[in-house]
């Protein structure tokens, strides 16, 4: 069946820092990938997404490029904020559209 | 605004006791889901409904019914609360293409004591 593996967390990073979000996945043909993000007390909101080998999702300073050598699709941002402390949901869509989430990391940014 | 509402957004209920949780879409999507968030566990589907009119068990359908009542409406019923059903529960719903994701409800923080 479908999985996604995130990278273990949390994270902690000084505001500016780079970041980047492991995430691979296991799929039959050709999935859709998403990354979603949840702040404090609210819903998940998607981020950024991408339909097929080599597209780039790009989305508030957040890009992540479907790899489908390397089963991948990594979240990066260049220098982030206080404002994107969250959790980073990745996932992935099968033809029927059910959405198989990875466990989802915490990203807390000190000022 | 369009988007998916949920009801109540906190509940706190006895152990054996009932209730349903609300979901309502605005957006005439064909496809809606059921999640519950745990610490450590992610997201994991409780029910599903692809269209009005049919539903079927997702992850951890167990101590859960639901009722696609028309095709902005899915409602998840609890019969007999237990305190492992204490959780944070998400409505979704989709166009039902794979493509497009899900929009998501903001939630129902349920404690069962």
């Known amino acids: 069946g479908n999985s996604v593996t995130q990278m273990e967390g949390p994270v902690t990073l000084s505001e500016e820092a780079f970041l980047t979000i492991n995430c691979t996945y296991t799929?039959?043909?050709?999935?859709?990938l998403f990354w979603y993000v949840q702040y404090p007390g609210e819903g998940l909101q998607l981020l950024l997404k991408?339909?097929?080998?080599?597209d780039k999702g790009s989305n508030k300073g957040f890009e992540a490029t479907y790899r489908k050598e390397t089963t991948s699709f990594h979240l990066e941002k260049g220098s982030v904020q206080v404002s994107d402390s969250a959790v980073y949901f990745c996932?992935?869509?099968?033809?029927?559209?059910?959405?198989?989430f990875g466990k989802g990391i915490t990203l807390s940014v000190r000022p | 605004n369009a988007g998916v509402t949920q009801t109540p957004k906190f509940q706190v209920l006895k152990t054996g006791q009932s209730m349903t949780l609300q979901c309502a879409q605005d957006?005439?999507?064909?496809?809606m889901y059921w999640y519950r968030q745990d610490p450590g566990m992610g997201l994991r589907l409780i029910y599903y409904?692809?269209?009005?009119?049919?539903?079927d068990k997702g992850e951890v359908p167990n101590g859960y019914n639901v009722s696609r009542l028309n095709k902005r409406e899915f409602s998840l019923r609890l019969e007999s609360a237990a305190p492992s059903q204490t959780s944070v529960y998400f409505c979704a719903s989709s166009p039902g293409q794979g493509k497009l994701g899900y929009t998501f409800g903001s939630g129902t923080r349920l404690t069962v004591v």
């Open positions: 799929a039959t043909g050709y999935p859709s």
């Open positions: 991408a339909t097929k080998a080599d």
């Open positions: 409904s692809a269209s009005e009119g049919t539903t």
């Open positions: 957006m005439n999507h064909n496809s």
């Open positions: 996932a992935l869509s099968d033809p029927n559209s059910k959405l198989t």
